[in-house]
């Protein structure tokens, strides 16, 4: 059964309004760090951490990168952004989380098991 109930809805549209407002935590926290591993691991500040396990955008500037997170081309990309402060941080409707770092925008939609 594919039908989308008015539960299932505002349960997305609550755990997204969630999402934001935990989030929102990270804004003016720099990128510490990130390690590469299983995953992409973005330290923010001295508390925060995001994973990141799906492919991924970074557009700063004029350039502009989208790929596989565990990649030397997702390193090469993720580097310049080291030591800038989050922006502003968003989870869309369609779950695509958006991070600003300083003038650079990293996006990554959500996790295919999370649809």
Do not use: C
Not at 16 to 21: D, K, T, V
Not at 46 to 63: K, M, S, Y
Not at 100 to 107: I, K, Q, V
């Amino acid at each position: 059964m594919n039908e989308s109930t008015s539960d299932d809805v505002d349960g997305h549209a609550d755990s997204i309004a969630l999402s934001n407002e935990l989030l929102a935590s990270v804004v003016g926290k720099p990128l510490v760090q990130f390690r590469m591993g299983y995953a992409v691991h973005l330290e923010l500040g001295r508390d925060f951490e995001v994973t990141i396990e799906t492919p991924l955008t970074v557009v700063d500037g004029g350039n502009r990168w989208s790929g596989e997170p565990l990649t030397a081309e997702a390193a090469a990309a993720l580097l310049p952004l080291n030591r800038r402060d989050v922006t502003f941080v968003k989870v869309d409707r369609d779950g695509i989380l958006n991070l600003g770092l300083g003038e650079a925008t990293l996006s990554v939609p959500p996790h295919p098991m999370n649809d």
